[in-house]
T-cell receptor, first 116, second 114 residues
């Protein structure tokens, strides 16, 4: 089956620094990738939809200047949390989809971000 | 986008069949119903997807009535390792539609007891 990886799996950083999270589709080309955030005991919240070669579409309430998304290739999307603060601490999950077919989204294992 | 409603939590015992029902009254003609399983600190894992009637795979069955306003995920003979959160999602999985995206509801927290 299709595999999506994320790197790093967990990261701890100081307040004010920027953190980059990578999402890769390992064995298929993903024209669309999605980024989610999940707080403890809560459901996944869609942050943005990322299409290869174009600007990401952000959900209402998500700051595009704070959460920078780059989908430069068909196998890689990156999420950069700029000037991270403790309230940005969360579990970030990406998923990838293959366009043009009836297909489920393939989710990555997630990245645990802790901002001190 | 269709909104889904599921029970917040369920308890079951090992070896029992578990049925989790999801309501999606506003499902659209092109929408499919997909169920995911999520363990703590992991990404969701695909379980099953269907459009109508019944779908069965090696891990679960999905029952969808004719009006498609609800669906039921059936897990046969659950074990302790099936303790997880189960999400019902509704949407058009044909990404050529250009507007497809998953909106996760609250999910159902299933706890399997020994």
């Amino acid at each position: 089956g299709a595999v999506v990886s994320q790197h790093p799996s967990r990261v701890i950083c100081k307040s004010g620094t920027s953190v980059k999270i990578e999402c890769r589709s390992l064995d298929f080309q993903a024209t669309t990738m999605f980024w989610y955030r999940q707080f403890p005991k809560q459901s996944l919240m869609l942050m943005a939809t990322s299409n290869e070669g174009s600007k990401a579409t952000y959900e209402q309430g998500v700051e595009k200047d704070k959460f920078l998304i780059n989908h430069a290739s068909l196998t890689l999307s990156t999420l950069t949390v700029t000037s991270a603060h403790p309230e940005d601490s969360s579990f970030y999950i990406c998923s990838a989809a293959l366009a043009g077919s009836y297909n489920e989204q393939f989710f990555g294992p997630g990245t645990r971000l802790t901002v001190l | 986008l269709a909104k889904t409603t599921q029970p917040i939590s369920m308890d079951s015992y090992e070896g029992q069949e578990v049925n989790i029902t999801c309501s999606h009254n506003n499902i659209a003609t092109n929408d499919y119903i997909t169920w995911y399983q999520q363990f703590p600190s992991q990404g969701p894992r695909f379980i099953i997807q269907g459009y109508k009637t019944k779908v069965t795979n090696e891990v679960a069955s999905l029952f969808i009535p004719a009006d498609r306003k609800s669906s039921t995920l059936s897990l046969p003979r659950v074990s302790l390792s099936d303790t997880a959160v189960y999400y019902c999602l509704v949407g058009d999985p044909r990404f050529t539609s250009g507007t497809y995206k998953y909106i996760f509801g609250t999910g159902t927290r299933l706890k399997v007891l020994a």
